[in-house]
């Protein structure tokens, strides 16, 4: 049993949050493994850069991937009032998700198992 008032857990609990601005898209029909590719890309650099490099990135996962950053730009534009030019890409990671399984039908009465893969992909951002 934790010790103290229940507001006093609360309030111990809202201060180790992370107060870093961040999005995170859920269900992204996209495997870990392709959606590492780009984040691999723009990690440790500035938006801007970012942005940049994400617009011309010839992926799919990309697309995805610019309007996750969009968001957690306007997350911390309107929520923390940070500046944008100061912003930096400091954390970006995919895990997995769940994967829907499906039946493609074969020669000579066989079926063959297709996995369409999901994955969670989070981008935390932080001021220089």
């Known amino acids: 049993m934790a010790k ?3 507001s006093q857990i ?3 609990r809202n201060a180790q949050k992370d107060t870093r601005p961040s ?7 996209v495997s870990v493994q392709k959606a590492c590719f780009v984040l691999d890309a723009i990690r440790g650099k500035d938006v801007k850069t970012a942005l940049a ?3 011309y990135n010839p992926r799919y996962a990309s697309s995805i ?4 950053l969009q968001s957690a730009i306007a997350n911390a534009e309107n929520n923390n009032g940070m500046n944008i030019d100061d912003l930096y890409v400091e954390e970006c990671y995919a895990n997995k998700g769940p ?3 499906r039946i493609q039908p074969r020669a ?7 996995e369409k893969r999901m994955s969670h992909i989070t ?3 932080n001021e220089r």
């Open 4 to 6: 103290g008032h229940r």
């Open 10 to 12: 609360k309030r111990e």
């Open 23 to 29: 999005a995170k898209l859920s269900y992204a029909r």
């Open 53 to 55: 490099i994400l617009k």
């Open 65 to 68: 991937i610019e309007k996750l």
């Open 99 to 101: 994967t829907m399984k």
């Open 108 to 114: 000579q009465g066989r079926a063959y198992r297709i």
């Open 123 to 125: 981008i935390v951002l």
